[in-house]
């Protein structure tokens, strides 16, 4: 199983931007996707989970702000879409899953996605 994220980039102050996670491999089914965030110095956190209904959990300081939705237009893709940007927001963001295969259930992380907001 590999998760690709995409997106990221440098953004002022306001902005927006929107990352993307695909998972692929033999997959039987995905449980909850969700996005992390690590800044320089701090232990990594979450931002925001969705179920495989759709239910969604953010983190305190990015709820209003951020939105994470699957991309029913692809298969195994969950979008985080980050509007009003803060630069506390920099950081490196990881896509994670928790993935069901033929053999067992895990969690999977992707490659981190540099996100640096300037002041």
């Known amino acids: 199983v590999q998760l690709q994220a995409c997106g990221g980039g440098l953004v002022q102050a306001g902005g927006s931007l929107r990352l993307s996670c695909a998972a692929s491999g033999l997959i039987v089914s995905i449980n909850n996707m969700g996005w992390y965030r690590q800044a320089p110095g701090k232990q990594r956190e979450l931002v925001a989970s969705i179920t495989p209904s759709g239910s969604t959990n953010y983190a305190d300081t990015v709820n209003g702000r951020f939105t994470i939705s699957r991309d029913n237009a692809k298969v195994n893709t969950v979008v985080l879409q980050m509007n009003i940007l803060k630069s506390e927001d920099t950081a490196v963001y990881y896509c994670?899953?928790?993935?069901?295969?033929?053999?067992?259930?895990?969690?999977?992380w992707g490659q981190g996605a540099q996100v640096t907001v300037s002041s």
């Open positions: 994670k899953a928790n993935v069901r295969t033929y053999r067992a259930t895990n969690h999977y």
